[in-house]
């Protein structure tokens, strides 16, 4: 536990600055261009390279390569180190070859991931947008690469740093764009001009972070010696694991293509209900998961795997009840804090410039909906990498199919069921829905591979924090209440003392009960903190 802890907070605190920083960057987005036609074009075209990647590479990547790399390292004579330079070398070539055929194809992927007609303003900006940002696919896969292989050397710092890179010199892309242009968010006016600022100062942005993580790879020892003698690149065994892998990717990306289709839709009928709300509550949703669940999971595969390859299941089973116990010891009381304070998060981030008031409470009213798929969709994520220690990528694909399958009949249904302003909510409730299950099926197949996962301790864990984080819940809720009050609709004072009181002071009473509680994982965490305020 204290190994974990210690690898955790390594990564928490760089992937906290990060999120801060990408905080930071929407905001100057939303202001720039708001969450109307040219926020939701930008936010199609900036999604984009995440799915390909995704379809690629980076589910790949802690499924299959972390595998094969921790096993060269163990039965390579050099060390892995010749495997390490083919599979670099390999991703580079393909990840080139890749952005360039994206680049020219942007036209169809933008009509497949929307509803937008071919021949409106939005559709055009957002191909050409997409024309901007797709050279990035090279960069980031490269330096996804570069990271697993220091995460394998258990160098988790700049993995969890370099995103801070990024993040930087994009917000001071979208401050000269906001300076610049007068009047950026009509999508009738922008100029090319103007949108390759917004499109190539996104892509600057991950060279930057691919840049930071070769030179961390360099100062660890890794030389580059491009090597394309691929028949040692054991790309069968690869393809054999990776096979399930890019199946189950390929599974979730078309629940991806449903829900932007989708929520285009709605933003056509109204506008700032559509995709930019969507990606701008589902990225707050993901700041809890991203410090701790993202930090947990990338200290705990590379150790699963070296003790499944040793037969160490006890090992196995508890370094996942630790991870679970852990990622829910901050998770749980965060999922209430978002059901309850959801429009007082997102106005004071989003209800600026270019983007209305009322359209940054739509946002947080979304946020409110993702905190149930909180707690579900962090322990979906952790139990999926019981499978892939065991070098198991198949089981995955049959739940996440399953899963999304749930997920996209939900969506479908809510859409149809509900008025166009509550649709982007409901593609939300249906993703809690989904991931649920999900976990549901998921612990039930990974217990019987692993021999039980102590379900009943963690079960017994995480009924005590939610009991803990009910005082916080009930201390926000009276907050929200009171604001309501004296204030009336929501602004931005009354959110900053709504965030303040019931965020603020509602996670130091959480802490207090759970330690006074003895919630173990509350009381590490505490002690870790407070020991390092006195030194």
Known sequence: MSRLLRASAIMAAGTMVSRVTGFVRTMVLAYAIGTAALGDAYNVAYAIPYSILDLLLLGVLSSVVVPMIVK??????????????????????????????????????????????????????????????????????????????????DRFAAPMWAPVVNNLVVICVMVAYAIIVTNGSDVDAVTNGELALLGLGTTAGIVAQAT???????????????????????????????????GYVVVT???????????????????????????????????????????????????????????????????????VRLVGAVMVP?????????????????????????????????????????????????????FYSFGDTRTPVFVG??????????????????????????????????????????????????????????????????????PTAVLALATVWSMQEIFGMPGFLDSVITLAVGGGLGMILYLWVAHRARIPEVSSVVGMVAGRVRR
């Open 212 to 246: 930071v993580l070769v030179i961390a790879l360099k100062r660890a020892g890794f030389r580059f010696v491009a090597r394309f003698d691929l028949r040692n690149a054991r790309l069968g065994e690869m393809a054999k694991m990776g096979v399930w892998t890019i």
């Open 401 to 470: 199919a399953g899963t999304t399958a749930v997920n996209a009949a939900l969506m479908v249904l809510l859409y149809n069921l509900l008025p166009a302003r509550y649709a982007v909510m409901g593609l939300a409730l249906a993703y809690a829905i989904a991931y649920a299950l999900g976990a549901l099926l998921a612990w039930v197949l990974a217990s019987r591979r692993v021999g039980g996962l102590g379900g009943w301790q963690v079960c017994m864990s995480m009924t005590r924090m939610y009991l803990a984080a009910l």
């Open 72 to 153: 060269a390292q163990q039965r390579d004579a050099d060390g892995g180190r010749a495997y390490e330079q083919r599979l670099l070398t390999l991703a580079t070539i393909a990840l080139i070859v890749v952005a360039a055929l994206a680049v020219l194809a942007a036209p169809l992927i933008i009509d497949l991931y929307t509803d937008w007609d071919r021949g409106e303003r939005k559709f055009e900006v957002a191909v050409r947008l997409a024309q901007f940002i797709l050279p990035q696919l090279a960069f980031f896969g490269i330096g996804a690469v570069a990271g697993a292989i220091l995460n394998t050397r």
């Open 253 to 323: 990306q078309l629940g991806f293509l449903l829900t932007t289709n989708l929520a285009s839709a709605a933003g056509d009928v109204v506008s700032g209900h559509g995709v930019s709300p969507y990606t701008l509550a589902f990225q707050l949703f993901q700041l809890p998961y991203g410090v701790v669940g993202v930090s947990v999971i990338t200290a705990m595969l590379p150790r699963m795997s070296r003790a499944v390859a040793e037969g160490r299941f006890d090992e196995v089973r508890s370094e996942f009840g630790s991870s």
């Open 334 to 386: 965060v999922s209430l804090l978002l059901m309850v304070l959801g429009p007082a998060i997102a106005v004071p981030l989003y209800g600026h410039g270019a983007n209305t008031v009322a359209n940054a409470v739509y946002i947080g009213n979304v946020l409110q909906v993702y905190g149930l798929a909180l707690v579900p969709f962090a322990v979906f994520q952790l139990l999926l990498r019981v």
